[in-house]
């Protein structure tokens, strides 16, 4: 499980903060492309922490150990039904 | 000139949050604010988009040195999750300077127990070394930590490095590294909402967040060769700083 976990945080962390050292450069440039770019980066990083969450609970899942897969999986339900919340009420 | 100063200051962030299991908000929203004159509200998104970039860079490599404690971890951020949702709910019931004030007087208690204690965490331990003891009351400032960060927007590692070293007896650099684990969920959950209300700058965000990657990644390759009784040090007077802080906005909230 460690290694999945430790792989997920190093692509997550490494994807978004490429694209946003990416999109500081367009910045300085003052290209448009900047904000879409910026904008993929953040989203990159908001990902990584549910991802690794999912890792946490397979791997728990994995290990025969039910009841900490079930916390991690509580955690992570309430992470998504905020993102959920959040993404509805930037809709509306 | 000012992303350059961004990307500075996210570096001594990402590099103070990686020893100490804290999120880094002390030093960016300051810089946000003066620097890149943003609103507090929009410095405190940003700086929660760094939390979870200095909790996520830092536990890739404590999660593979077998620092981090997964098991403890996953229970804490349990109940740090239902403090924030609590919070949530009831902070237009309990006066906020009542709460803040309280947050205040539990810093300052654990930057002195931390002061006193500093040294005697377990030197060189990996997770599962030890025995983890007190669940009940480790839950109980996670669930405080949660709450914090619900209410005033930070990750809740000034709690949850004590609840872990002070109180369960988790060796301090395990304690740190486990926090570091824990607060980028707490961040994520309140920067969903921040970004969703159209509050994170991306033209500061993309600077700081590069500078407090690179800070993050020294800071966990240096950990392991700092003693723990300097890094307790340093934290005591970190907590000192960040309960003044606190005090500070109840007084402001009361005048």
Redesign the interface.
């Known amino acids: 499980m460690r290694r999945t976990v430790a792989a997920i945080l190093h692509v997550g962390t490494a994807a978004g903060v490429g694209l946003c050292a990416a999109a500081t450069l367009l910045y300085a440039v003052g290209s448009p492309q900047a904000v879409k770019v910026a904008l993929l980066g953040v989203l990159a990083l908001f990902g990584t922490p549910p991802l690794r969450l999912a890792a946490v609970a397979r791997g728990f899942m994995a290990e025969r150990e039910p009841r900490l897969a079930l916390a991690a999986l509580a955690v992570l339900s309430v992470l998504v039904a905020i993102a959920a919340r959040a993404a509805y009420g930037y809709l509306l | 000139m000012t ?1 350059l100063l961004l ?1 500075a200051f996210g570096f001594c962030a990402g590099l103070f949050g990686a020893l100490m299991g804290v999120g880094g908000g002390l030093l960016v929203i300051p810089a946000l604010t003066h620097l890149a004159g943003l609103r507090f509200s929009q410095a405190v998104a940003v700086s929660l ?1 760094a939390i ?2 200095s ?3 830092s ?3 404590y ?2 040195k ?1 620092l981090t404690d ?2 403890t971890g ?2 804490l ?2 109940a740090t ?1 239902a403090g924030a ?1 609590a919070a949530s709910l009831l902070s237009s019931l309990i006066p906020q300077p009542v709460l803040l004030g309280l947050f205040a007087l539990v810093a300052y208690y654990t930057a002195f127990a931390s002061w006193r204690r500093r040294g005697r965490a377990g030197e060189g331990l990996s997770a599962g070394e030890y025995p983890v003891r007190r669940w009940g009351a480790g839950l109980a400032m996670s669930f405080a930590a949660g709450a914090t960060s619900g209410l005033v927007g930070v990750g809740g590692g000034f709690l949850k490095v004590p609840a872990m070293s002070l109180v369960m007896g988790l060796p301090f650099k395990v304690a740190t590294a486990t926090s570091n684990f824990m607060i ?2 707490t ?3 309140s ?3 921040y ?4 509050e ?1 700058d ?2 500061a ?3 700081t ?2 500078g407090v ?1 690179a800070g993050a990644r020294l800071g966990a390759r240096l950990l392991p060769h700092i003693p723990s009784a300097r890094l307790q040090g340093a934290f005591a007077a970190v907590l000192a700083v960040v309960g003044t802080r606190i005090a500070f906005d109840a007084w402001s909230l009361l005048r």
């Open positions: 992303p990307a988009t979870i970039v909790s996520s860079a536990s890739a490599s999660v593979e077998g997964i098991r996953v229970v951020e349990l999750v949702v980028g969920v961040a994520a959950a920067a969903y909402v970004a969703a209300r159209g994170l991306l033209a965000t993309a600077p967040v590069v990657y």
